[in-house]
Nanobody, 119 residues
Framework: QVQLVESGGGLAQAGGSLRLSCVAS????????MGWYRQAPGKQRELVAVISRAGSLDIAESVKDRFAISRDMAKNTAYLQMNNLKPEDTAVYYC?????????????WGQGTQVTVSS
């Protein structure tokens, strides 16, 4: 399994910005898809943004005009730039990776990083 380490969470005011980083333990050339999910208290974990190895994007409607996912292949790192944050963005954000068929489509999760947006 891929080890994922997130950073960049914290407290922001509504309208502010944060950038999350996720470093993978191996080359993301070997990762089929990588991205972010979030889970708010009392709610199910939901997709925020995922980028495939080919570069295609899957972004939640609730954030698509405010958040952007990117990656640095040389650094084995994915980023989530979050702009115009809203209180409803408050959640624990988890980095996610899915490997390809050679690795049995194995899925990995980071430990999570808290994002809190105050109004």
């Amino acid at each position: 399994q891929v080890q994922l380490v997130e950073s960049g969470g914290g407290l922001a005011q509504a309208g502010g910005s944060l950038r999350l980083s996720c470093v993978a333990s191996e080359s993301i050339f070997n990762i089929n898809a990588m991205g972010w999910y979030r889970q708010a208290p009392g709610k199910q974990r939901e997709l925020v943004a995922v980028i495939s190895r080919a570069g295609s994007l899957d972004i939640a409607e609730s954030v698509k005009d405010r958040f952007a996912i990117s990656r640095d292949m040389a650094k084995n790192t994915a980023y989530l730039q979050m702009n115009n944050l809203k209180p409803e963005d408050t959640a624990v954000y988890y980095c996610y990776a899915k490997q390809g068929p050679l690795y049995g489509w194995a899925e990995s999760w980071g430990q999570g990083t808290q994002v809190t947006v105050s109004s």
